[in-house]
């Protein structure tokens, strides 16, 4: 009885994430384009001072050395507004050989950490899809392969924009990640 009503909150809530973007996101994408707010990371408009970056990871480490463990790499494009703002798109094998997408209309950076001209550090939340059976209970609040991420990185900016960042997935591993600045 009590993992059936983990399994339906968990569902409930990816539920209404879906629900939530699916309604509000036509309403307020002529809002989000006049003032960067809450949905801006679901309008695709350009904005001046916008960078897009095309991110490449080619290594992970998990901390548990599970044998079942698979390769994992990621590809991807994001964006960052002027404002520090940050949205974006990844599609990633995860640890157990699925194909999973990232979508993170919610995200941020802040730069010169600790007074450090190229330091920066960085969040970003979404929506994850991909971690199904028998592999499900691998990400929390997980229903039918949806489950919601928030992953944390810290970095360095290069001159020209380009970055080399250390993403965070939990209590599970870290992740090696290079962004090229292509806008």
């Known amino acids: 009885m009590k993992r059936n009503m983990h399994g ?31 949905f801006d990371g679901f309008n695709p408009d350009q904005m001046s001072g916008d960078h897009i970056h095309a991110m490449f990871s080619p290594y992970s480490y998990h901390y548990s050395g599970d044998a079942g463990h698979k390769y994992v790499w990621l590809v991807g494009a994001e964006r960052e507004r002027q404002d520090g703002t940050l949205a974006g798109l990844a599609f990633f094998s995860n640890s157990f ?77 870290f992740m090696l990640q290079f962004s090229a600045q292509i806008k």
């Open 8 to 38: 339906f909150f968990r569902g409930l809530l990816a539920c209404a994430f879906l629900l939530l973007n699916a309604l509000l996101t036509p309403a307020f994408a002529q809002e989000a384009a006049k003032q960067p707010g809450f």
């Open 97 to 173: 050989g699925q194909h999973t997408f990232y979508y993170y209309p919610w995200g941020g950076i802040v730069k010169n950490v600790v007074g450090i001209d190229n330091l920066f550090v960085k969040w970003t939340a979404g929506m994850l899809y991909g971690y199904v059976a028998p592999y499900e209970d691998k990400v929390p609040f997980n229903y039918k392969g949806f489950s919601l991420g928030v992953i944390p990185a810290v970095g360095w900016r290069f001159d020209g924009g380009n970055q080399l960042q250390v993403n965070v997935f939990g209590g599970a591993g």
